[in-house]
Structures are given as C-alpha cells and as structure tokens.
T-cell receptor, first 116, second 115 residues
Framework: GAVVSQHPSWVICKSGTSVKIECRSL??????MFWYRQFPKQSLMLMAT?????????EQGVEKDKFLINHASLTLSTLTVTSAHPEDSSFYIC????????????FGPGTRLTVT | AQSVTQPDIHITVSEGASLELRCNYS??????LFWYVQSPGQGLQLLLK??????LVQGIKGFEAEFKRSQSSFNLRKPSVHWSDAAEYFC?????????????FGQGTELSVKP
C-alpha cells in the first residue's frame, strides 16, 4: 500500500518559536495533500488542502498566517507553525491523495507537537 | 452539508465476540465511504472503502462493512474480535468534487476488548 511519512514524530518547542513538520509520500505521487489536527479523544479536524504548486486552501477558522503550508513537489508538503503558543499543542496528521477524485487518502503516522 | 454520525462513542466487547460499529451519513448524492482505524498515537489505517458495486465490502484484518442506502448507513462488522482490534475507529465520507474531495469524519468509536 501507499506509504506516507512524517518528520518529526514528536517535537517540543518554546512559545514564540516556529516549527516545521514534513509530510512525504514515499511510493506514490500525491497530487493533493491534506493536513489535519487532532485533539485527545477527538476526531480529525481538516486544517487545509494543498495541491502541488498551488497555494493551500484553508478551512474556515484556520489562521493561514499561523499555519503555513507548502506543497513544493508531488511527494513533499510542509506545515510550519509560526510563533507557536501552548494552545497550538496537538497531534498533526497529514495525508496524501492519489489519483483522480474520489481521492483515496493515505495517512502519515502523525506528529505530536508540544509548545512549552 | 455532508455529515457522518457514529452513535457509539465507546464500545466494549469480549475477545472472540462479534462486533458491529455503526455509521450513518448524510449526503445527497452517491457517497464514497471509508472506515479507518487508529491506534493510540498513530495515524489512520484504511480498513475498507465503498465507491460503488457490491454493497458488502470486505476489508483488511477480517473486517467487512455493508452499505445500505435506504438507511444511510455503512456499518462495520467483524465476526470474531481479537485483543489487537482495540483502537479508535472512524467512518468517513468524501465531499463532492467541487468541494475538494475532502474527508468528513465521524466522531469516532473507541473499541475496548475484554479478555
């Protein structure tokens, strides 16, 4: 099956700093990548959708200046949390969509972000 | 707007017993439906999907799901649960093409397995 990796798997950063999370599709070309946020014991909340070479489309209520998403190639997307604060602490999961609609999404293992 | 409802937040079954996790969706057109499983601290793994055709879908790990249009349901079943099946299960529907083909997730059902 299609594999998606995320790096780092966990990260601790100080309040006010920025942190970058990488999402890679290892054995397929992800025409579309999705970024989710998940709070403990809750479902996934879609943050944004990105297509290679295009600007990301953010969901309502998600601060695009805080959560910078770049989809530079068909195998790499990055999420940068800028000026992180403790309330940004969460589990971030990316997925890659393969082929045409309806996309079958393959999920990465997630990144645990803790802001101190 | 599309939505997915998983009525059961937490279910406990004994090992070896059968399992059914409920999922109801709201969608005007033909839905594209998924079941995912998530172990603690992990990403999501696809169990099975329904796009069209046979309404009884077989997945990995011995799971199956049945699409019932008349009931707007896509319930997940397993005839005999193993202790390793303890995890969080999510049902999801894909939004329309002009809405970006995004996944709408249910709230999730946490499955516990008693020895």
């Amino acid at each position: 099956g299609a594999v998606v990796s995320q790096h780092p798997s966990w990260v601790i950063c100080k309040s006010g700093t920025s942190v970058k999370i990488e999402c890679r599709s290892l054995d397929f070309q992800a025409t579309t990548m999705f970024w989710y946020r998940q709070f403990p014991k809750q479902s996934l909340m879609l943050m944004a959708t990105s297509n290679e070479g295009s600007k990301a489309t953010y969901e309502q209520g998600v601060e695009k200046d805080k959560f910078l998403i770049n989809h530079a190639s068909l195998t790499l997307s990055t999420l940068t949390v800028t000026s992180a604060h403790p309330e940004d602490s969460s589990f971030y999961i990316c997925s890659g969509g393969q082929g045409a609609y309806p996309y079958e999404q393959y999920f990465g293992p997630g990144t645990r972000l803790t802001v101190t | 707007a599309q939505s997915v409802t998983q009525p059961d937040i937490h279910i406990t079954v004994s090992e070896g017993a059968s399992l059914e996790l409920r999922c109801n969706y709201s969608y005007g057109a033909t839905p594209y439906l998924f079941w995912y499983v998530q172990s603690p601290g992990q990403g999501l793994q696809l169990l099975l999907k329904y796009f069209s055709g046979d309404t009884l879908v077989q997945g990995i790990k011995g799971f199956e799901a049945e699409f019932k249009r008349s009931q707007s349901s896509f319930n997940l079943r397993k005839p005999s649960v193993h202790w390793s099946d303890a995890a969080e299960y999510f049902c999801a529907v894909v939004t329309g093409y002009n809405q970006g083909g995004k996944l709408i997730f249910g709230q999730g059902t946490e499955l516990s397995v008693k020895p």
